[in-house]
Structures are given as C-alpha cells and as structure tokens.
C-alpha cells in the first residue's frame, strides 16, 4: 500500500465552489506539505505543518486554507475555486533532519471551469 | 522569483548514452540539494542527493556534481536507459530550514 494517498485523484468542479484535497500518509512523519504544479514553475510550496498545531504558509498560500486533523491527514481546502487554480496538488511528507527528502502522494489534478 | 533555475525545460538522448541536467541557484543560504524523478500521473520520487560538503554523490548509473562556486548542480545519468525517461526535479534547500525550493524540472527523453 502507498505511503502517502491522496484523494480524489482527480477533480473537475466550477468557478465559486468550495473543494477540500486530503492527504493521508502512514510513515509516521510529523513534516507535511502542499504544493501545486504548474506547467513550467515547477513546484511551489502552498502551506506546511511540522505538528498537529503547527500551521505555516507558504509562498503561494492566497486562496487556500489547510486543516491538519491528525499526525497522518493533512487536508486542502480552496474556498472559492477559480480557473487559475487549475493545477496539479501534491502532499508530501518529511522527517526531521538534515537530509530533508520528502515523500509525495501521486498527486491531484484540479480542474476549475 | 524562482531560487532554482533549471534552463533546459527538455533533453532528449539517446539510449546508452550521457543524460547531462543542469540546475543553478541564487540563494548562497542553500547547503543541501536533491534530485526528484517524476513519471506521468505519479508523485515525484527522490533520486540522489548532496551537502555542500562534497562536490561528488554517486549512486549506481546517476552522479551529482556540485558547483558552490558558481551555484551550479549537474546530474548525469550514464548509461541512459527507455526508463529514465521522466521529469527531473532539482530542489534545495538551507539547514533548519525543512521547506525545499524546486526548480521548474527538466523532461528527459531516452530514445532507443
């Protein structure tokens, strides 16, 4: 079973619609993370949590909100879709220490009309 | 703006033969870099990786070069194969500091 799932795996909803992405992992790690994918960006970092009560923003983070339910589900919410928020969605997790390779879900592709 | 560039948005080469990625960074904080590989419709998978420390990690067909000089990684895949044909993402990051910046990733295609 995968380490780290994500749900739904695909999406296609409206402009104005409220939509939750959740990521559950089962490797025990307390650093988790949501990031988007755009054609020719890469990955950008949308929000992190490094415990249940620890929730940061990261450089993209206008126009979403997360909620970390427990140490293993971390989920992403848009509050009102737009079209450019038409991306693909990826959870990852993390262990603490120096070698920070992160383990990411298979992703989320969103489409917004 | 972007603190890891990687300028070739693709690569094509042929089977057996050096894959060559390039990725450079503006911030001198970044003292950890990581190679990521991603298929379609998968998440991304770490590859290799290397500290500041070094100027060489191998691993099996991929190496990793580091440049701090001149900001500048390089991965190198030798002999190329059909199945590393995949996006490869260059990350960095800053010690205590557990977020990684990606670069926009390189499309790698290994022709037979």
């Known amino acids: 079973d995968a380490d780290v799932t994500q749900t739904p795996r695909n999406r296609i909803t409206k402009t104005g619609k409220r939509i939750m992405l959740e990521c559950s992992q089962t490797k025990g790690h307390d650093r988790m993370y949501w990031y988007r994918q755009d054609p020719g960006l890469g990955l950008r970092l949308i929000y992190y949590s490094f415990d249940v009560k620890?929730?940061?923003?990261?450089?993209?983070?206008?126009?979403?909100?997360?909620?970390?339910?427990?140490?293993?589900?971390?989920?992403?919410s848009l509050e009102s879709a737009i079209p450019n928020q038409t991306a693909l969605y990826f959870c990852a997790t993390s262990d603490p220490g120096f070698y920070n390779e992160q383990f990411f879900g298979p992703g989320t592709r969103l489409t917004v009309l | 703006d972007q603190q890891v560039k990687q300028n070739s948005p693709s690569l094509s080469?042929?089977?057996?033969?050096?894959?060559?990625?390039?990725?450079?960074?503006?911030?001198?904080?970044?003292?950890?870099?990581?190679?990521?590989?991603?298929?379609?419709?998968?998440?991304?998978?770490?590859?290799?990786?290397?500290?500041?420390?070094?100027?060489?990690?191998?691993?099996?067909?991929?190496?990793?070069?580091?440049?701090?000089?001149a900001k500048h990684l390089s991965l190198h895949i030798v002999p190329s194969q059909p199945g590393d044909s995949a996006v490869y993402f260059c990350a960095a990051s800053a010690s205590g500091d557990y977020k990684l910046s990606f670069g926009a990733g390189t499309t790698v295609t290994v022709r037979a």
């Open chain 1, 54 to 76: 620890d929730i940061n923003k990261g450089e993209i983070s206008d126009g979403y909100s997360v909620s970390r339910q427990a140490q293993a589900k971390f989920s992403l």
């Open chain 2, 13 to 69: 080469v042929q089977e057996g033969r050096i894959s060559i990625l390039n990725c450079d960074y503006t911030n001198s904080m970044f003292d950890y870099f990581l190679w990521y590989k991603k298929y379609p419709a998968e998440g991304p998978t770490f590859l290799i990786s290397i500290s500041s420390i070094k100027d060489k990690n191998e691993d099996g067909r991929f190496t990793v070069f580091l440049n701090k000089s």
